[in-house]
């Protein structure tokens, strides 16, 4: 009797122990990756200005544009413009200026004067939206406005830089492209061919993303370091697990949106480092826009930005943080963040 007593003591003892344990497990969960948890933050006021040199050659500032302003229609863009380019750049003095060159050649064989490049100064140290803006006037000989330099007073990371650019254009379709110059430019032809089987006539949402998976055996991947080697297929791996396994290449820095992409996507993009590639894909693919993965021209450009290990360990955390926040409901995609 007393042994039954005990026994039955021991079982609701377990049971609440157990039922402790596992709320414990989940409130702290929640908890951390609250706490891990990222939120852009809001740009300053002189951010949301641009500078450019005139025809006299006086730099001049003006205020951005929003690409959420106006009606759902696609073609509402702004002067006619058609691509708008962004490159988030930090401390580009050495890589930048081939990038430009050549993708000023094929903008103004392609589109005339209807493109713009907004070159998103992360806070660099090394002058270089001084440099740009001179390139510009000096080298280039473009018109105002068709170089614009955001320069952003303190760093974000690639992400938040991307996101400013992209909320900022004129254009009809925004691309991003690295400053290294790492894809080939001409290219963009075949992404916006792409985009526009996409978008219909309507002009729907819809992405069109550079690819590499096509040069995995290729000289471009193969001599790339071990180490580099190892760390890419391994997030490559954390992708797949966390993240999307409908996307063979989700880092490649050259992909491109149409503005109603841009509007359903951009506002709500919450990571601001290395892996916001992974959370635009999952916006997308979360609110059905349609995705096209293209086969770009590649190569290795020296002077990467990537701290190897420290930014390696940050991209999984974050990659985790994100799948988690999206499941917990602490990243909301209807919630302009
Ligand atoms: N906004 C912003 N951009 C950055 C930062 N670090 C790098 N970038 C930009 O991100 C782009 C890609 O940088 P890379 O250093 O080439 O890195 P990566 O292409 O991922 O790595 P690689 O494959 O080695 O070239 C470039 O346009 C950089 O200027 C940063 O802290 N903030
Ligand atoms: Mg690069």
């Not at 300053?44 to 959420?68: A, C, H, M």
């Not at 063979?248 to 480092?273: M, V, W």
């Not at 943080?321 to 995609?333: E, N, W």
Request: aromatic share 8%; charged share 25%.
């Amino acid at each position: 009797m007393i042994f039954n007593g005990f026994k039955q003591l021991q079982n609701v003892d377990f049971k609440e122990f157990l039922a402790t344990a596992v709320i414990g497990l989940i409130v702290s969960g929640y908890l951390i990756v609250y706490l891990l948890s990222h939120a852009p933050r809001l740009p300053f006021d002189e951010e949301l200005e641009y500078q450019t040199i005139n025809g006299k050659g006086s730099l001049v500032k003006k205020r951005l544009p929003n690409v959420s302003r106006g009606g759902k229609d696609n073609n509402d863009h702004d002067d006619g413009i058609i691509l708008s380019v962004v490159v988030p750049s930090y401390n580009e003095t050495k890589r930048i200026s081939s990038m430009l060159a050549d993708a000023i050649v094929v903008l103004q064989k392609e589109m005339t004067h209807k493109w713009e490049i907004i070159i998103v100064d992360d806070g660099s140290k090394d002058g270089t939206s001084e440099y740009c803006l001179n390139l510009a006037e000096k080298v280039f000989q473009l018109q105002e406005g068709q170089l614009r330099v955001v320069k952003l007073s303190k760093n974000r990371g690639k992400g938040g830089a991307v996101r400013h650019g992209l909320l900022h254009i004129r254009g009809k379709y925004g691309l991003f492209a690295d400053a290294d110059g790492a894809s080939r430019f001409s290219d963009v032809n075949r992404l916006i061919g792409s985009i526009k089987r996409l978008e219909g006539p309507q002009g729907k949402p819809a992405v069109a993303i550079g690819s590499r998976a096509h040069m995995v055996n290729t000289d471009a991947v193969v001599k790339r370091s071990f180490i580099r080697n190892l760390l890419m297929y391994g997030l490559h791996a954390l992708v797949f697990v966390f993240g999307i396994r409908s996307i063979k290449d989700t880092q490649c820095g050259f992909k491109l949106f149409n503005r109603n992409a841009i509007r359903s996507i951009f506002p709500y993009l919450h990571t601001e480092g290395w892996i916001f590639d992974v959370e635009i894909l999952m916006l997308a693919l979360r609110k059905n826009i349609p995705i096209s993965e293209v086969a770009i021209s590649w190569h290795e450009v020296d002077g990467s930005k990537m701290d190897l290990a420290r930014d390696s360990i940050n991209m999984a955390k974050d990659l985790v943080v994100i799948r988690m926040a999206y499941i917990l409901r602490i990243y909301k995609d209807n919630k302009e963040c």
